[in-house]
């Protein structure tokens, strides 16, 4: 079993803190990690503004969408893929 090694306060933020925040922003930082970086951030103005900074950009990204395929392109992917399974070897 490889116990996971809790960093100091001190040395938090250089070593992990800038990462976790954008695994914070998205939600995706285990319970432990999350819990922990959430203890940090109260007092980082460093990883405070790093959050600010990530949670914008995701708002933005997320507010463009994802435009839909070309008409088409399914058809023709699959139309290309035939035709290279075809071609000999």
Not at 25 to 41: I, M, N, Q, W
Request: with cysteine.
């Amino acid at each position: 079993m490889v116990e996971k090694r809790v960093l100091p306060p001190d040395d938090y933020c250089s070593h992990a803190g800038r990462l976790d925040a954008a695994g914070w922003v998205l939600d995706a930082l285990e319970p432990d990690d999350a819990e922990r970086f959430s203890a940090h951030l109260f007092g980082c103005r460093t990883c405070q503004l790093t959050v600010e900074e990530l949670e914008t950009a995701a708002r933005l990204l997320l507010g463009w969408g994802i435009p839909p395929p070309p008409a088409g392109l399914e058809l023709a992917t699959i139309n290309r893929v035939r035709q290279a399974a075809r071609r000999p070897r």
